[in-house]
């Protein structure tokens, strides 16, 4: 009887012993899980996870799931079985202070920044008809004005019209390149490739009657679908898939057959409802991207890719008067009230309010869709177990554990970021905003916010360098946004070793599924790799490299919460396919199994268990000490009822 005791209280102290005191983890195997797959939408089950149930679970353990291709949505626990799954994801951070933001991260920051100050003027579609040109050698006007001083911090401008011109030219660009995005959403084109950027230039007036109806005017042209067209007969294996009914074209056609002209024609396609709704006209003209105006008067927003309506001021709640308190936009605007307060994850009716005015609107969601407890399971439930601080510098102020970062103007909640922070690392989960300040680009902005965050606490808290952008599918153009927070390292999914995103790019723009940690071995045999890759190179790579299929996008969290729902487990007799370099069987004395509230280690009660049962249990203890490392396995406890 005293041995038994023994026993017990061996088991109870060995779980938080490798977490400092910090509680302990408890999980459930869940096992492999097939699903439909939001990036590819390929409609059969091929995405491929394994996933955990957490009751609990430490912030230092999340943090080793994390660093080994782990996430979490709500108390899900997933993992991508990287080699079998339609869309590789691989684990996406930033050493936060080595973080060296773009050109167009900086114009982010400053544009809310003059904003806050009043100098961002916001106009109606109302104010916008009938505008005339702003100065000569302008022949657009944009709806968002700077009145600052530094109004040409963005670029190098002879003259307000010459700014607000090249600011439109770039908005337009953008909004070509989401065309692309679109056509390669549909199948119009393949995700195989990388594409050029769009580039729109402004024609000459002794053009301007060039291939136009005499009475509209030839304003921007762009050369983009010859570009493409080149990109694709490069790789003749490569098929593009253009959809028959809108273009009679047949399906599976080869790359090379897609004329500058037919590709031109698709992504006008996906271009006329939104420039004819703003009276600017879009032709494709032998190859070439056309817009055309009637009136000399091209009225868009200085981001047209954030929606496809003009931009109106966004007003604060009305008073009792009915009155306005506040146009934020307006010149004539005091500096706004803006704060961004940090709150451990719980309900918020303002917050769920926000999720569902987000939703509906960003993502077209039904109603009966966004539900508060669909919102409470993603984005409030979690397992983590806070750390209070104790001012030692073991921990930032707020503590370890997860956290709701809200963004407030003038009082009035504007987004909301879901964060967990963790020992080494601020991983961000997920974001919603306001849909009426989607020219302030938010999702960015966040991103900044939380990069400056970290910085800002590594003084108090050392361990805190990293920030976690989740997962980042290559094969995905929606997902390559993340690799611009530059210098970013990817997570090798058979080694769990850090690489730099910039050393294996070239290599994902091959496979969808590669060893990272190899790469550079590989690039220190060829010191200077060509940029199209030959058939040789091909055959070294195929050493290293396994291929996968998928292609498109859906944000990663939902993607979880809804497999979550629509997913099939796989039966426990199925061992799942080895994804790291631990495919040998593990000794599986030292797990600790969580049973009937005792913890003890395996080798302890392996005995109890009938020949036919223990069998089968080690069958899935194998599987989950392979997807979690033997380390978590001996302080984890694997609950087992």
């Not at 899900?76 to 869309?87: S, V």
């Not at 920044?113 to 106009?123: A, P, S, T, W």
């Not at 022949?139 to 040409?152: E, G, L, Q, R």
């Not at 309010?353 to 439930?381: C, G, I, M, W």
Request: net charge negative; glycine share 6%; with cysteine.
């Amino acid at each position: 009887m005293a041995d038994g005791k023994k026993m017990r209280s061996e088991a109870s102290t060995s779980g938080s012993a490798g977490n400092s005191g910090r509680g302990e983890s408890v999980v459930v195997d869940i096992g492999r899980r097939k699903s439909t797959c939001g990036y590819c939408k390929s409609g059969a089950r091929t995405s491929i996870t394994h996933g955990l149930w957490a009751h609990s679970l430490t912030v230092d353990d999340y943090q080793a799931l994390l660093d080994r291709g782990w996430r979490r949505s709500g108390c899900l626990l997933y993992k991508p079985e990287m080699d079998k799954t339609c869309c590789p994801s691989y684990t996406i951070r930033l050493k936060a202070s080595n973080f060296l933001p773009s050109k167009e991260q900086i114009r982010v920051s400053k544009r809310m920044q003059r904003f806050l100050d009043g100098k961002l003027e916001v106009k109606s579609s109302a104010e916008l008809i009938g505008e005339t040109e702003a100065s000569k050698g302008s022949c657009c006007s944009v709806n968002i004005s700077d009145k600052s001083s530094d109004a040409m911090d963005l670029m190098e401008v002879d003259s307000e019209g010459k700014e607000k011109t090249h600011q439109f030219i770039d908005s337009l660009s953008n909004e070509i390149d989401r065309a692309v995005e679109l056509c390669i959403e549909s199948g119009e084109l393949s995700s195989d490739f990388h594409f050029p950027k769009a580039s729109v230039k402004r024609v000459s007036p002794s053009k301007r009657k060039l291939q136009a109806d005499i009475l509209e005017d030839l304003i921007f042209s762009c050369n983009i679908a010859f570009q493409i067209a080149a990109t694709l007969r490069r790789t003749r294996k490569d098929v593009v898939v253009v959809k028959s009914s809108e273009h009679g074209l047949g399906v599976n056609r080869d790359s090379s057959e897609l004329s500058p002209k037919t590709i031109a024609e698709i992504l006008v396609s996906h271009l006329k409802q939104l420039t004819e709704s703003f009276g600017l006209s879009v032709r494709a003209c032998n190859g070439h991207i056309n817009f055309y105006s009637a009136t000399g008067q091209v009225c868009f927003d200085e981001e047209i890719g954030s929606g496809s309506k003009l931009k109106t001021p966004y007003t604060a709640d009305k008073g009792s008067n009915g009155h306005s308190k506040k146009s934020c936009g307006a010149p004539q605007c005091q500096r706004l009230r803006f704060e961004i307060r940090l709150k451990r994850s719980s309900f918020d009716d303002e917050e769920y309010s926000l999720y569902k005015k987000y939703q509906l609107r960003v993502h077209n969601d039904s109603p009966a869709h966004v539900t508060e407890s669909s919102y409470r399971r993603f984005l409030v439930d979690t397992p983590l177990v806070h750390v209070s601080p104790t001012g030692d510098g073991a921990a930032p102020w707020c503590g370890f554990g997860s956290f709701h970062q809200q963004y407030v103007l003038d009082g009035k909640l504007i987004a909301v970021g879901v964060i967990d922070i963790l020992p080494n690392c601020l991983s961000s989960k997920y974001l919603f905003w306001d849909p009426d300040l989607a020219f302030l680009s938010l999702g960015k902005y966040s991103a900044l916010e939380e990069i400056r965050w970290i910085n800002e606490n590594q003084m108090h808290c050392p361990s805190l360098q990293y920030y976690y952008l989740g997962y980042y599918i290559h094969s995905c153009s929606k997902m390559r946004y993340k690799a611009s927070y530059r210098p970013s390292e990817l997570l090798c999914p058979l080694r769990y070793q850090w690489v730099p995103y910039d050393v294996v790019k070239p290599l994902l723009d091959r496979r969808k599924y590669v060893c990272l940690s190899d790469f550079p071995a590989l690039q220190n045999e060829h010191s200077l790799l060509p940029t199209v890759f030959d058939d040789t190179m091909e055959e070294q790579l195929n050493h290293f490299v396994q291929d996968a299929s998928g292609d498109a996008f859906v944000n990663e969290d939902e993607m979880a919460e809804s497999d979550s729902e629509d997913s099939e487990d796989e039966s426990d007799s199925e061992a799942t396919g080895a994804t790291s370099v631990e495919s040998e069987d593990a000794d599986l004395s030292d797990l600790l199994i969580g049973l009937r509230g005792v913890r003890l280690r395996y080798e302890n009660i392996r005995h109890a268990f009938d020949s036919s049962r223990r069998k089968l249990l080690d069958v899935q203890l194998q599987r989950y000490v392979r997807v979690v490392g033997t380390e978590l396995s001996k302080q984890m406890v694997y609950s087992l009822v």
